[in-house]
């Protein structure tokens, strides 16, 4: 099973999800779906994530 704390670490950093999608070049809706466990991104986008919440990736996403 994939563990995402996006939530958890984008609301440490005091942002909103409009903010993070704007950092990360992707939709507010694209967040939205990965906090709520619909969407799983690519490498790619977990990676945008990842540098603008200054986050190690493997923070972010794992498996239990």
């Known amino acids: 099973m994939l ?3 996006v939530k958890d670490y984008r609301k440490g950093a005091g942002l909103t999800q409009e903010d993070l999608a704007l950092l990360a070049g992707v939709s507010r809706q ?8 619909k969407f799983v991104p690519g490498l790619d986008i977990a990676l945008k994530i990842s540098e603008s919440l200054k986050t190690p990736i493997n923070k972010l996403f794992y498996f239990v």
């Not at 694209?30 to 466990?37: A, D, F, L, Q, W």
């Open 30 to 37: 694209t967040i939205i779906s990965i906090e709520k466990n």
């Open 3 to 5: 563990i995402n704390r």
